[in-house]
């Protein structure tokens, strides 16, 4: 681990402060790869595994989606890209692996008052049904840590743990063991969430609605800070 990188468990999603608080609104420069961490690692990965594990990365203003920004990277040829924000702060174009070795320059333009970050969510690559069996669940989330473990490299011996999984979109949810009883799914930032440890005789997740995605999660966030 360098002088510049520390770890900091406690966010469900990655943390990246990009920076320093200013007062005015400006034009803000750096390396691409310091907003997407990690992201030449995933690329780097066989396919099947990509295809697995989708990585998301969202810029966040106060903890919240920035108003206003622009934002666009420009290569060593001199060729700008400009990148959507969608209203929920996702990055909806992503950096190919050269850009990233190359370290193209990203730009942002529009009010940051309160600084920008950029948090990096982990979501499952198939889509969760309105039921589903609890160990295939359980065995998602081992397979989400290991490939995690195996992005972060050199650093992966203190990559977050996820030891969660959440459903958004899916309103409540239960687990119905083995001999019929059932129990509510505890809410994680108010999504239904299964712990496979804390609800290990859990054999079927019913929820309340089919939910849109499975987010990875530590007890409360889970994540890595650089700066």
Do not use: C
């Not at 990055?91 to 942002?108: A, G, R, T, W, Y």
């Not at 970050?117 to 989400?144: C, F, T």
């Not at 505890?186 to 859990?202: D, E, I, L």
């Amino acid at each position: 681990m360098t002088v510049s990188r520390r770890v900091l468990f406690f966010a469900p999603l990655l943390t990246v402060p990009l920076f320093a608080q200013q007062a005015v609104a400006a034009t803000r420069e750096t390396d691409v790869s310091k907003v997407f961490v990690f992201l030449d690692n995933f690329l780097r990965m066989t396919p099947a595994e990509r295809a697995r594990l989708k990585v998301d990365f969202y810029l966040t203003q106060n903890g919240n989606p920035p108003k206003g920004v622009r934002a666009w990277w420009i290569d060593k040829d001199g060729t700008r890209t400009d990148v959507p924000i969608a209203a929920d702060g996702r990055f909806e174009k992503e950096p190919n692996l050269k850009q990233l070795v190359d370290k193209s320059k990203m730009v942002f333009e529009g009010p940051n008052a309160g600084g920008f970050s950029v948090r990096i969510g982990l979501v499952w690559g198939s889509k969760p049904a309105i039921e589903m069996d609890a160990k295939q669940v359980a065995n998602y989330l081992n397979d989400a840590n290991a490939i995690v473990k195996k992005a972060a490299g050199k650093f992966g011996m203190v990559a977050p743990r996820m030891v969660q999984v959440a459903f958004p979109g899916g309103g409540s949810g239960t687990a119905v063991m083995a001999d019929g009883k059932t129990a509510p799914l505890p809410m994680f930032k108010g999504s239904p969430a299964f712990n496979p440890t804390a609800q290990a005789s859990a054999a079927r997740l019913r929820f309340a609605k089919a939910p849109w995605r499975m987010e990875f999660a530590g007890p409360k966030h889970a994540g890595v800070v650089f700066g």
